[in-house]
């Protein structure tokens, strides 16, 4: 079974520019979070996206939104991009409500952002 | 809302030496248990969890921990540590099913 896939692996980008990231989920998994772990930050919650809407989103600027597709895939795009968005972008997924495993997040390889 | 505290930013040990990674948690309600690794520039990997079975999870790689409520524990341990072993480890908590919260993260060197 795939796990979480994400693209693109590395991204640079300059201050003002706008950065879109992709997660897959694993397959049969309906929510997907986003989270940031800056240097010395931790993993700091971004947003949960499930079946197709936004459930709850972190202390983050609006400039941080995303979407989820019919397939459960999802993107977050950063507008007006700083120099301290620069982190690694992890993306986790887990199953839906019924699957008993509900609790647990999967995440994938994250996306290393940098912004010059 | 519930939050985890992990004991020591850095630990080191020797390879073969007893690994202990200290996590405490704070909940009102009885929480999920969560232990991740994270190797340089990947994501992470779920090591082992606790969801209110047996209070001894036994994870991947050699890892087990023990949940226990009267110390508001779960700490990690391994009985000998590999060079491999070499990680960032995280613990986690989750009492929504989509509400997790992580520690700062625990930095594990393995010396030969």
């Known amino acids: 079974e795939a796990g979480v896939t994400q693209s693109p692996t590395h991204l640079i980008k300059t201050r003002g520019q706008q950065a879109t990231l992709r997660c897959s989920p694993i397959?049969?998994?309906?929510?997907v979070y986003w989270y940031q772990q800056a240097l010395g930050l931790g993993l700091q919650f971004l947003l949960w996206?499930?079946?197709?809407?936004?459930?709850n989103r972190g202390n983050f600027p609006p400039r941080f939104s995303g979407r989820q597709f019919p397939n459960y895939s999802s993107e977050l795009n950063v507008n007006a991009l700083e120099l301290e968005d620069s982190a690694l972008y992890l993306c986790?997924?887990?199953?839906?409500?019924?699957?008993?495993?509900?609790?647990?997040?999967?995440f994938g390889p994250g996306t290393r952002l940098l912004v010059l | 809302a519930q939050s985890v505290t992990q004991l020591g930013s850095h630990v080191s040990v020797s390879e073969g030496a007893l690994v202990l990674l200290r996590c405490n948690y704070s909940?009102?309600?009885?929480?999920?248990l969560f232990w991740y690794v994270q190797y340089p520039n990947q994501g992470l990997q779920l090591l082992l969890k606790?969801?209110?079975?047996?209070?001894l999870v036994k994870g991947i790689n050699g890892f087990e921990a023990e949940f226990k409520k009267s110390e508001t524990s779960f700490h990690l341990t391994k009985p000998s540590a590999h060079m491999s072993d070499a990680a960032e480890y995280f613990c986690?908590?989750?009492?929504?099913?989509?509400?997790?919260?992580f520690g700062a993260g625990t930095r594990l060197t393995v010396k030969p």
């Open positions: 986790a997924s887990s199953p839906n409500l019924t699957s008993g495993d509900q609790e647990t997040q999967y």
């Open positions: 397959s049969g998994h309906t929510s």
């Open positions: 996206y499930d079946e197709g809407e936004e459930r």
């Open positions: 909940s009102s309600v009885p929480p999920y």
């Open positions: 606790y969801t209110s079975a047996a209070t």
């Open positions: 986690a908590v989750s009492v929504n099913n989509n509400d997790m919260r």
